[in-house]
T-cell receptor, first 116, second 117 residues
């Protein structure tokens, strides 16, 4: 059972550039989540997919952010026109579908984004 | 609104000491789930435990134990006979079940535990 895989592990880019991250969930998990974690803080929810449908988005997900999960397997998170404040660790998690959402979310290693 | 408070920002203990990490939560939901995750320096969040709001039995797993008290909205985590490998940031998290299909975890700010050899 391979865990959640995220690529790349680190991304350094200049302000104003676009970046895209990829997440491959645990294979039998149909729910996929994106979180953002800044230094000294806990992860903050960004968005969630069940299969290919994006069912929930946080107000943190501005218009510059877009997430997709086209075939219900891997997901991408794109940030357009990056800003200094986007510097953070972007975490992906996946879980099985439970009737009450109590299935634990399993996290990847994250992608650390640094904006110059 | 949901809120998780981990009042201890950093804790240092000497190896083999016991240590308790505090977690206090706020929610209006009557059904909810509580979690603890460990984040070692490598960065990956590791799931440790899940409890639901209608099961207040304490749980023990090896050197780890959890004390859930609904009356005080607390879900504390104790490590017995701490080891250097326990050094990490520990997060408490809340998932309310409102029936509306929201699955976003609300995390506390974490407690950084350093175990000194």
């Amino acid at each position: 059972d391979t865990g959640v895989s995220q690529d790349p592990r680190h991304k350094i880019t200049k302000r104003g550039q676009n970046v895209t991250f990829r997440c491959d969930p645990i294979s039998e998990h149909n729910r996929l989540y994106w979180y953002r974690q800044t230094l000294g803080q806990g992860p903050e929810f960004l968005t969630y997919f069940q299969n290919e449908a994006q069912l929930e988005k946080s107000r943190l997900l501005s218009d510059r952010f877009s997430a997709e999960r086209p075939k219900g397997s891997f997901s991408t998170l794109e940030i357009q026109r990056t800003e200094q404040g986007d510097s953070a660790m972007y975490l992906c998690a996946s879980s099985l579908a439970g009737a009450t959402g109590n299935q634990p979310q399993h996290f990847g290693d994250g992608t650390r984004l640094s904006i110059l | 609104a949901q809120k998780v408070t981990q009042a201890q920002t950093e804790i240092s203990v000497v190896e083999k000491e016991d240590v308790t990490l505090d977690c206090v939560y706020e929610t209006r939901d009557t059904t909810y789930y509580l979690f603890w995750y460990k984040q070692p320096p490598s960065g990956e969040l590791v799931f440790l435990i899940r409890r639901n709001s209608f099961d207040e039995q304490n749980e023990i797993s090896g050197r780890y134990s959890w004390n859930f008290q609904k009356s005080t909205s607390s879900f504390n985590f104790t490590i017995t006979a701490s080891q250097v490998v326990d050094s990490a940031v520990y997060f408490c998290a809340l998932l309310p079940y409102s029936g509306a299909g929201s699955y976003q975890l609300t995390f506390g700010k974490g407690t950084k535990l350093s175990v000194i050899p």
